[in-house]
């Protein structure tokens, strides 16, 4: 069982950057496959970005130039550095985590195979 605590959202300005953190439970080196989702009010949950076990990584079309995705398994720690952020981007953030083949298959865009999620940090963006 792997628990997955989400911190670091707030509010800012259209421009403005966020660094979302997620701390896990146990040692995710081996977590073959890490994401970050998000869901607006009144919107369906949409994956953003994942990373596997080689740090390999993907990204949502909306968001790629603009975050970054990267883990410290150190810390147990997942991470979004956002950039640029606009306020399509205001919503409830969330990490998850899953085997491999929701890396490899694309599957953990729409949160096929992620197994384990935390329960949210509020990003708010205002023009």
């Known amino acids: 069982q792997v628990q997955l605590v989400e911190s670091g959202g707030g509010s800012v300005q259209a421009g403005g950057s966020l660094r979302l953190s997620c701390g896990a439970s146990t040692y995710i080196g081996n977590t073959s496959c890490m994401a970050w989702f998000r869901q607006a009010p009144g919107s369906e949950r949409e994956g953003v970005a994942a990373?596997?076990?080689?740090?390999?990584?993907g990204y949502v079309r909306s968001v790629k130039g603009r975050f970054t995705i990267s883990q410290d398994n150190a810390k147990n720690t997942l991470y979004l550095q956002m950039n640029s952020l606009k306020p399509e981007d205001t919503a409830m953030y969330y990490c998850?985590?899953?085997?491999?083949?929701?890396?490899?298959?694309?599957?953990?865009?729409?949160?096929?195979?992620?197994?384990?999620w935390g329960k949210g940090t509020l990003v708010t963006i205002s023009s």
């Open positions: 990373i596997d076990s080689d740090g390999g990584t």
């Open positions: 998850a985590a899953g085997g491999s083949y929701a890396c490899t298959t694309g599957s953990w865009l729409m949160g096929g195979g992620m197994n384990y």
